[in-house]
């Protein structure tokens, strides 16, 4: 029966090679994973930092609209103290 040089029956002196390897390795999947959790949180960081400010332009704005569109709809009660007092001049004018 044939056995491998890495296999775990033997050694070979591979031993602490094997192991430092292993450690090694879950140390990199554990560093890895950090990375990329760092990696992720200041990309989510840096999204808030740049599209927060334009998400609040936007509302700023549908509500100026909205604001807007509700004296446009309701432009002939602001203007009539000013079309009272035009009238108001007006027969004034033709009365004299």
Do not use: W
Request: one cysteine or more.
């Amino acid at each position: 029966m044939k056995v491998a040089i890495l296999a775990k029956e033997t050694d070979f002196g591979s031993k602490p090679l094997r192991d430092h390897l292993k450690c090694a390795s879950a140390l990199n999947v554990s560093f890895f994973f950090c990375m990329t959790c760092s990696l992720y949180v200041v990309g989510v960081q840096k999204a808030n930092q740049v599209f927060i400010p334009v998400l609040d332009s936007a509302s700023k704005t549908q509500k100026l609209c909205t604001t807007l569109a509700l004296f446009q709809r309701s432009r002939f009660f602001f203007n009539l103290p000013g079309f009272i007092m035009e009238s108001i001049d007006a027969v004034k004018l033709f009365s004299l």
